[in-house]
């Protein structure tokens, strides 16, 4: 990978800036980035690295809960490269360095010379774009995703608004019925969209091997698809680790609202099924 030409395209083209990027940089200023000694640079050439690429409500954290219930070697539910996880993570440790601060998550969740994170599109643009992910033996992507978008905009509608965003978070105080806004909801499924594409325009651009997962095939059917990802890891080992959904502590927040929003929605765009001749 030639980095180098990286800070010369467009910066449509390289879509590497998110506000959780932006925060960060600012916080390290020129402290950002620093050289790889050489024993790093040889601890990180003999590990891969595997990211759960993903959309707000995907089922990205659902995946991550079960993949680290069964061995891979992957946090469940954080997101470590977001600001408000980064920052304060490194001022209680006096971490002087993003560099520092990838070092020591990559040497905390490394198992087996695998790591992986969760991670969103910009995200995974502007971390190739520090050079980190040059270093490593191999960089693969897993691509978290859902069939029913339309129902996935409503949810990722709804947790804007109750400031929920998984089932062990508390709502808002004094949340009564959620409003029905036809351009809040779109804006959802535009950004959906939006993340989806930009995870395939990554891999496309690297050439980095991915795979696909679907949140619905993954609640139809866990154990195929954690066979796939152990396939698709290398890990034959998990391949056939037994899957207790019982300890999972992530559960479906689809209730009543979910359904009323996506009926509005429906009477608003989708086209009768049985136009009258």
């Known amino acids: 990978m030639q980095l180098d030409i990286l800070p010369a395209l467009e910066k449509g083209l390289y879509p590497s800036q998110s506000d959780h990027?932006?925060?960060i940089e600012r916080y390290f200023g020129r402290s950002l980035l620093r050289e790889l000694s050489p024993p790093e640079l040889r601890r990180l050439g003999r590990l891969d690295i595997f990211f759960v690429a993903f959309s707000n409500r995907s089922?990205?954290?659902f995946l991550t809960e079960i993949m680290h219930q069964v061995g891979f070697s992957i946090p469940p539910r954080a997101e470590i490269f977001n600001s408000d996880w980064v920052i304060p993570s490194c001022k209680?440790?006096?971490i002087p360095s993003f560099t520092r601060y990838f070092l020591r998550i990559i040497s905390g969740w490394n198992k087996n010379q695998q790591v992986g994170f969760k991670i969103g599109a910009r995200q995974l643009f502007w971390l190739t774009r520090t050079g980190l992910l040059s270093h490593f033996r191999s960089v693969k992507v897993i691509h978290s995703k859902r069939q029913d978008r339309i129902s996935q905009a409503i949810s990722f509608y709804i947790a804007t608004q109750t400031g929920q965003w998984h089932s062990n978070m508390e709502k808002k105080d004094d949340m009564g019925p959620i409003p029905y806004s036809r351009d809040d909801i779109l804006r959802c499924?535009?950004?959906?969209h939006d993340g989806q594409q930009l995870v395939d325009y990554y891999t496309d651009i690297h050439n980095t091997p991915t795979i696909s997962v679907d949140y619905e095939d993954t609640l139809a059917d866990p154990g195929r698809e954690i066979s796939r990802l152990a396939s698709f890891l290398g890990s034959p080992e998990l391949a056939d680790v037994s899957i207790d959904l019982e300890a999972v502590n992530i559960k479906q927040q689809r209730n009543e609202d979910n359904e009323r929003l996506l009926n509005c929605f429906r009477q608003e765009f989708f086209t009768n099924e049985?136009?009258?001749a």
């Open 59 to 61: 089922g990205s954290t």
């Open 189 to 192: 499924l535009y950004t959906i």
């Open 21 to 23: 990027q932006k925060d």
């Open 92 to 94: 209680k440790n006096d």
């Open 274 to 276: 049985n136009p009258m």
